[in-house]
């Protein structure tokens, strides 16, 4: 599976902004689906996910709860895509976003998906 992100930009605090991740080689909606997030201040860590087929869970999303109740995970079958709105968006929320697919059950970590793409960035101004 080939991963491209897109959608990153600058925003100011408060604004929403939608993140794409559109997937060829394979049907995506096989797979779970996760948006990390890398700042230079932290590690990679886990922001929202969203279970594929291989999962006995298909549709179910998680969330960090740094972003609870502000991002949604989404999937659009038809274009093979996942998508992360973010609304509320907040200085912290500045970082390199990574989608990434896996069929792991794993969901919640890095380890848990085989394939990435590249990062694109979200810059919010305080």
Known sequence: VQLQASGG????????????C????????????????????????????IAGSVSHSMGQANYADSVKGRFTISRDNAKNSVYL????LK??????????????????RESGY????HGTHVTVSS
Do not use: I
């Open 9 to 20: 930009g600058l925003v100011q605090a408060g604004d929403s902004l939608t993140l794409s």
């Open 22 to 49: 559109a997937a060829s080689g394979r049907t995506l909606s096989t797979y779970n689906v996760a948006w990390f997030r890398q700042n230079p201040r932290k590690e990679r860590e886990f922001v929202a996910g």
């Open 85 to 88: 709105q973010m609304n509320n």
């Open 91 to 108: 200085h912290d929320d500045t970082a390199v976003y990574y989608c990434a697919a896996g069929s792991s059950r794993d969901t919640l």
């Open 114 to 117: 085989v394939y990435w793409g």
